[in-house]
């Protein structure tokens, strides 16, 4: 059984192996799609196969669409050289439930993958098409939160999207610059309304998204790359909109078991690749079954039914209270707290924390405890079972293999959302107290610990990529094992940086706090596991 448009001609081997087939004419889907698109998505990751392809092949297989997406990778275009072309756009989601069992699904609903490489002729030439066609509704993203940003730590602009300002709309290097740009075409074609949908894991998605492409748009009016109108046409939302939404899925790095399992099942070729960028990608998604989609319904051209397959679209008010519910206190802070001590305490797997007293005890002391009292409940859905559908069944799947290794990249920027919007929250509140946080501030210890890179056994580890890792060392650099405060003065230009706590540590009354968990947890070998026992 072999994962391309030949091998998917014979269907009863798939069938007989349990996999749930495309079950529609793709030839025909993909013609229609190329005449006149609809959804072109940038990122073309595990996310996106794993759970928005997924939606839309099942509207493909109820016949509520004749569409596919056209998927285009901003960043590591070897995902489409080694993962999309062999396998003629296919992949394969595994389902991993609770229980054990699988459900295993061939992904049809992408008809045609592209690089964003304005120095492909072909490729560049293709998207501007696209974007050019008035049928165009919706540009969608998962490219991470750092995809969205143009300014290093400094608050410098990166030398690709200085250059791009300079050079116009021509031959961006910059992701946002090429974005930008094909909106520009899409604006001289005919000033076609189209959505620019975000659906990364970051506060009001949408907002940051337009004002990145926003600032491209001013910056190239300034120099006389593009006519006002263009910046007219980025700031009308009856024109261009940024929709703001909320994504929860887990899609983890591909697993070596799930791979066996489908080599069982007789189907080739299921190699895991790790690109030069370092991305862990196969020609299969391995990925948990709760899944949740909530988008703001602000679609100026129109848009694809997915509602039809379980997307909630509302308002942008309920989007925000969704996305905090989840991003700030239900989820991610979880995810990133067991991430912290999971790494410091030697896990590789996210479940086996969960059977870790301490560390289980930990995130439902931040889940129930400190930081459901300022969830707004958003109606569409309800934020205590939503937690306790976290805590109980998805954080534990054994068939889940999450790392906490995975989940510490980027910590510096996650931190201000997943933690900090909480801190704030309890300063608005007159029945709240911040000082009265205690396991949040050792989670912001933790995080100190960890940069580090010495485990709780005294052994050296690597430490997870993350954009401020070069600035962060500087700081902690010189403390070591052992080593008694103050740390005052030495981690004071962290502690006091809002950009990475969302608040400044001293302003709120905990600074005194995370500095006593840190002196505690640098005692030497065992001190984090004593730290831990101490406090939960």
């Not at 997406?69 to 003629?88: L, R």
């Not at 007219?232 to 070596?256: A, C, G, H, N, Q």
């Not at 502690?495 to 840190?518: C, H, P, Q, R, T």
Request: overall charge negative; hydrophobic content about 35%.
């Amino acid at each position: 059984m072999v994962l391309n448009d030949l091998g998917l001609k014979n269907r009863e081997p798939w069938l007989e192996a349990g996999f749930e087939l495309p079950d529609y004419d793709r030839e025909q889907i993909k013609a229609n799609t190329l005449k006149n698109p609809t959804w072109v998505h940038f990122g073309a990751g595990n996310i996106f196969r794993g759970f928005t392809a997924a939606v839309q092949q099942k509207l493909l297989n109820e016949g509520k669409t004749d569409k596919g997406i056209i998927v285009c990778e901003g960043y590591d275009f070897e995902i489409i050289d080694k993962i999309y072309e062999p396998h003629d756009n296919l992949s394969v989601l595994v389902v991993l439930k609770p229980d054990g069992n699988m459900n295993k699904k061939v992904i049809g609903s992408v008809v045609e993958a592209l690089t964003a490489d304005a120095t492909d002729e072909n490729n560049w030439q293709a998207l501007k098409d696209i974007f050019s066609n008035p049928s165009l509704q919706m540009v969608s993203f998962t490219i991470t939160e750092k995809g969205y940003s143009l300014k290093n730590a400094k608050g410098e602009y990166y030398g690709d999207v200085a250059d791009d300002f300079k050079t116009g709309t021509r031959s961006p290097k910059s992701f946002i610059g090429k974005l930008s740009s094909l909106c520009f075409e899409r604006y001289k074609s005919g000033k076609y309304p189209v959505a620019l949908v975000s659906m990364d894991n970051c506060s009001h998605n949408g907002s940051i998204l337009h004002e990145a492409v926003s600032t491209f748009a001013k910056e190239w009016a300034k120099n006389g790359s593009v006519d006002n109108g263009f910046v007219d046409y980025i700031e009308d939302p009856k024109k261009v909109s940024f929709p703001w939404s909320m994504i929860d899925k887990i899609t983890p790095r591909p697993d070596l078991g799930v791979k066996d399992m489908l080599e069982k099942s007789r189907v080739e070729s299921m190699d895991i690749i790790t690109t030069t960028k370092n991305t862990y990608i196969a020609p299969f998604v391995n990925a948990e079954e709760p899944e949740y989609l909530v988008i703001e319904n602000l679609f100026p051209n129109g848009r694809p039914p997915l509602e039809e397959g379980g997307v909630i679209f509302t308002d942008r008010e309920t989007v925000d209270k969704v996305e905090k519910m989840k991003v700030c206190t239900c989820l991610n802070p979880l995810h990133t707290a067991l991430a912290i001590y999971g790494c410091l305490l030697g896990y590789t797997a996210i479940y086996e924390e969960m059977k870790d007293e301490q560390l289980k005890k930990m995130v439902e002391i931040i889940g129930y405890e400190e930081g459901l009292p300022v969830v707004i409940n958003p109606g569409i859905i309800d934020p205590k079972a939503f937690l306790q559908e976290v805590l109980e069944v998805r954080l534990p799947n054994p068939f889940v293999p999450d790392t906490p290794q995975r989940i510490a990249t980027d910590t510096s920027q996650k931190l201000a959302i997943r933690f900090g919007e909480t801190i704030k929250a309890y300063q608005k509140r007159d029945d709240l107290n911040v000082t009265d946080l205690k396991v949040i501030p050792l989670v912001f210890a933790g995080w100190l610990r960890y940069l580090l890179a010495i485990d709780d056994n005294g052994n050296s580890f690597e430490i997870s990529p993350d954009p401020l890792n070069d600035h962060l060392m500087k700081i902690v650099d010189g403390i070591n094992l052992g080593d008694k405060g103050p740390f005052d003065e030495k981690l004071k230009p962290l502690l006091s940086d809002e950009s990475i706590f969302g608040v400044d540590l001293y302003e709120v009354g905990l600074a005194d706090k995370v500095l006593g968990y840190f002196e505690e947890l640098l005692k030497g070998p065992g001190a984090i596991r004593a730290t831990l026992k101490k406090y939960l």
